[in-house]
């Protein structure tokens, strides 16, 4: 009987407690500043070469801090300057023969060409004058008949090379179609692409830092051999550090992007970054449990990012953080599409 009194007892307590929660609790202070609690997010990058090949050269260690531009690794360039070296004679073994095409034929094969031609034309006037001379004599009944057809057929003949030397000079003169000189362009413009992609090819086997940051991870080392796209380094970013946050729904009226914050670390309380917040999630959620605040963890929340202004290696990924925010606004405001 004790056992269900105090049982009782105990689920008066938490109903009581609850209801004073969701109804009977005053409002969120605005006289001080307005604390968050979250963690620090670093972005990483997973470096890796565009192409395949031996590593030749890694030049930084795990730990070892990279601005941006800086070489961090080489792949070896034997392979790739032999493909550049091709390329490099197919594009002008092309250029050459387009200006064969676009310049025509050369004088000399015009003049060789005309000279034919005058050559078969008086062989010509010579068939003809043999054949004149012979239908007389056949007339007076001086020769045969085979000696006249002999002799027509010798004329046909000579028309008929004269004929094929004067097309063969029309065509000298008129040089290559409009179709074999776009043939022989467009053959240029695919080899000068093969070049294009084969010195791109080259250059790939440099790897640059994109940015400040951090070598986490050196995952390769000299002679290895790598695909393209498989990882070498993973580079942590010096900048944008951000932390992600929460902030309940009761209180989503008192923050809104482009507000100043102050992140402070436990490290060192006494010296807080500077930021603003960057970002507040449109869409509700609960609250993770890896997040720590004072409110029950069935509260709906919102995420929210808190850009750090003036980042420093004192901010550590998954590092938990305070946000100090001032006093803000209970007056809604729309966030501004696209920030960040």
Do not use: C
């Not at 565009?50 to 070892?64: F, N, P, Q, T, Y």
């Not at 507000?259 to 930021?275: K, L, N, Q």
């Amino acid at each position: 009987m004790k056992a269900k009194i105090v049982l009782a007892l105990a689920v008066l307590a938490v109903a009581g407690a609850g209801a004073w929660y969701g109804y009977l609790r005053p409002p969120p202070s605005d006289d001080g500043p307005f604390l968050l609690y979250g963690n620090v997010d670093v972005r990483q990058v997973r470096l890796a070469f565009r192409v395949g090949g031996r590593i030749g050269d890694m030049h930084l260690e795990e730990g070892d801090q990279a601005t941006s531009g800086d070489l961090l690794a080489a792949l070896d360039r034997d392979t790739l300057d032999i493909q550049v070296s091709l390329a490099e004679a197919e594009v002008a073994s092309h250029e050459a023969n387009l200006r064969k095409y676009e310049t025509g034929s050369r004088p000399e094969e015009i003049a060789q060409a005309q000279a034919s031609v005058a050559e078969l034309q008086a062989a010509l006037d010579n068939a003809v004058s043999v054949l004149e001379r012979r239908g007389q004599l056949l007339r007076d009944g001086h020769i045969s008949r085979q000696a006249y057809d002999d002799a027509l057929a010798q004329k046909t003949e000579a028309e008929a090379r004269l004929s094929a030397a004067q097309e063969a000079l029309d065509l000298a003169l008129a040089g290559f179609r409009e179709e074999d000189i776009a043939v022989a362009r467009a053959n240029l413009l695919a080899a000068e692409a093969r070049l294009a992609r084969a010195r791109t090819d080259l250059a790939d086997t440099a790897l640059y830092a994109p940015a400040a940051g951090t070598i986490l991870s050196r995952i390769q080392e000299p002679g290895a051999i790598v695909a393209a796209g498989e990882p070498v380094y993973t580079l942590s970013l010096s900048d944008p550090v951000w932390v992600r946050t929460y902030v309940a729904e009761p209180d989503l009226g008192r923050v809104h992007p482009g507000m100043p914050a102050e992140v402070i670390t436990d490290t060192a309380p006494d010296r807080p970054y500077s930021g603003h917040i960057g970002f507040i999630s449109p869409v509700a959620e609960f609250t993770p449990k890896t997040v720590e605040t004072p409110d029950l963890r069935t509260d709906l929340v919102y995420r929210m990012r808190v850009i750090v202004d003036n980042p420093d290696l004192g901010l550590r990924q998954g590092m938990p953080v305070t946000v100090r925010l001032p006093n803000g606004s209970t007056q809604a405001v729309t966030e501004t599409p696209g920030d960040g």
